[in-house]
């Protein structure tokens, strides 16, 4: 028996209709980047494993998919020295020996080390936009798939809060585009990293972090719960709650937070480093309010970014309208180029979840109706004659910008009106022996029934009658 095809869970085939749409996902983030001054790179879909562990904390390096190394990737393997003594196999370990390349997580750290390598060629402040897909071995579900398209846009070589502020510009530029109403939510993991000193515990920031990053997904008594799974204190709790659940406008929070660093917290203790990122997020507010942006814009002191490498501010946003996770994120990175034997090389991105972009944008009916439709005109084929008086005009026509096709057979008109119903095609010309003894072209409009007949060479007459 033929064995039935099938793809990898978290993977999905996309048909003619389904890449319109992302096209015009694609195209439309491309043309706010571009006007931005951002350029396109694209880096290889696998990297060196060494690049990409150790970037994403103990939870990402986990999701890293790894591929085995060519040819008889175990022999010479001496399985024995990789045996625990419960008696299992530390497979960490046996799959650094077994595994040299590793599919990219995310496209930041590839652009980190292409700037590192490429460092010498690149013009500083260095603006970047990249769209490609990247991998997770993540349990797939709704709005989460094991590969998945971002739309990245960096700029690194500058550590001014203006290329913060450029960032929430082009997010909101490119959801007022889409039709889609956002909630923009920026926090600083300086403060975070103040909240885990002010707390009691400043060695702890990546636990602390890891935790509260989960808060909209299990809520604030599981996140708790894991704190104190990882070793928090009630007292410490106790100072991180609060902060977890403060309302009000950006100015009032950070007021309130201001006295926390300042050590008007329970424990006391003062915090340079919380203060220095309050001071980050009220000028990013200032340069916010002073541009206008149109999308809401809010503080979220719960805001983590799960990430390791970011250092300052880090982005989210939300749909309002649609029920599914964050659909674009992103934050400042101080130290990542470091890594790779650049220090000094400030950097700050974010990144569009093409995926996730495309349900909301389908949920919500927000495609413009042309998106889906290739072809504008489809050319009924009344013989081979008839065809042959076509083709001038349909090459004309496609000079000017029209998509058109003449249909391949010459078949039952029914036949043919069915093609073009299922391709959503609005127009079709049926032009035979008559027209063709008058010179002329008959079109006809499918979705209002309007027909009209044209000279052959009154391109400019089809064209308006098709706009």
Known sequence: MAQKPSIPKGTRDFGPAEMAGRNYIFDTVKSVFRTYGYMPIETPSMENLGTLLGKYGDEGDKLLFRILNSGDAFSG???????????KCNSKALSLKVCEKGLRYDLTVPFARFVVQHQNELSFPFKRYQIQPVWRADRPQKGRYREFYQCDADVIGSGSLLNEL??????????????????????????????????????????????????????????EAEMRERGL??????????????????????????????????????????????????????????AGISQEVEIDL????????????????????????????????????????????????????????YDVLKGLDKFPEDVTTATRILFANMGADEVKYLLPLVCKLRESGVSCEIFPDSAKLKKQFDYADRKAIPFISITGGDEVSKDQVNLKNLSTGEQKSFAKDDIGGILKFIR
């Open 77 to 87: 393997v001496d399985f024995d020295s990789y045996m625990l003594e419960d008696g």
């Open 166 to 223: 450029e960032l929430v510009q082009i997010v909101d530029r490119v959801f007022t585009l889409f039709g889609i109403n956002v909630l923009i939510k920026i926090n600083n993991r300086k403060v975070l990293a103040g909240l885990a000193e002010i707390s009691g515990f400043p060695d702890q920031v990546t636990d602390i972090t890891v935790a509260i990053d989960k808060i909209d997904k299990i809520g604030l008594e599981a996140v």
């Open 233 to 290: 204190t009630e007292a410490a709790i106790s100072v991180i709650e609060p902060v977890l659940t403060l309302k009000g406008g950006y100015a009032e929070k950070i007021s309130v937070m201001r006295g926390l660093m300042e050590g008007k917290s329970a424990s006391g203790i003062v915090s340079e480093t919380g203060l220095k990122g309050l001071d980050e997020l009220d000028e990013l507010f200032g340069l916010i309010d002073a």
């Open 302 to 357: 719960s805001l983590a970014r799960g990430l390791n490498y970011y250092t300052g501010a880090i982005f989210e946003v939300k749909a309002k309208d649609f029920e599914i996770g964050s659909i674009c994120g992103g934050g400042r990175y101080d130290n990542l180029t470091g890594i790779f034997g650049l220090p000094g090389m400030s950097g700050v991105g974010i990144s569009f979840g093409a995926d996730r972009i």
